[in-house]
Each structure stands twice: as C-alpha cells, then as structure tokens.
Nanobody
Framework: QVQLVESGGGLVQPGGSLRLSCAAS????????MSWYRQAPGKERELVAG????????SYADSVKGRFTISRDNAKNTVSLQMDSLRPEDTAVYYC???????????????WGQGTQVTVSP
C-alpha cells in the first residue's frame, strides 16, 4: 500500500520558519522524483520545489527561491522542505508528490500525500 504522509505544518508568524516532512512507504522511493506542491484557497495547485531521485539536483519556483530548501534521505524514505523567511502569501496546503516516468515502457506512476496546512499570519 502506497503512502505519503506529510507532517510539520502549522501556524507561524511572518519571517518565521517551518520544516515539512513527508514519509513514504509502499513503493521504490529512491527511483522517484519527489516534489512539494502547494494550493492556496481559490488558486491552482503550484509546484514549489523538486528533487531528483538521487538527490543531486533540485529546483524551485521563483516565488520561494532562496527561502525554501528541499532535501531527501533515501535510506529513510523521507523528503523534507525547510521553509525560512515565511510570508503570508506562503499560506497554503502543502502536498508531497512522488513521480516516476519510465521511458522504455512510457509508463507514469504518481502518488500524492494528503496535504498539510501552513498558515503564515501575525
């Protein structure tokens, strides 16, 4: 049974920090690209950060570049998002995502977590 379980969300003041974690099970974690998405009320889901299967390549949305850091531990099947200098506009539900595309067979497998709320407010 595939599971992605996020934790670490909560309420924080502007300028503060939070660390989100996602624990994965039920699939071959080290072969998947892992990403964090977020969705604010009334807005579309937005890709925030991604990390390659080996953890050697990362990428960020312009809106969080320099403030957020994505990392993974393939030995522990976890991916994390360190969020610093938080702003009210970072308020959203944050989702963990796992994606693998196998070119040889043109198959795609994708899994989502249930989401964790992050609220940035005075």
């Amino acid at each position: 049974q595939v599971q992605l379980v996020e934790s670490g969300g909560g309420l924080v003041q502007p300028g503060g920090s939070l660390r989100l974690s996602c624990a994965a099970s039920g699939f071959s974690f080290s072969t998947y690209i892992m990403s964090w998405y977020r969705q604010a009320p009334g807005k579309e889901r937005e890709l925030v950060a991604g990390i390659s299967d080996a953890g050697d390549t990362t990428s960020y949305a312009d809106s969080v570049k320099g403030r957020f850091t994505i990392s993974r531990d393939n030995a522990k099947n976890t991916v994390s998002l360190q969020m610093d200098s938080l702003r009210p506009e970072d308020t959203a539900v944050y989702y963990c995502n796992a994606l693998r595309i196998t070119i040889g067979t043109l198959t795609r497998k994708e899994y989502w977590g249930q989401g964790t709320q992050v609220t940035v407010s005075p």
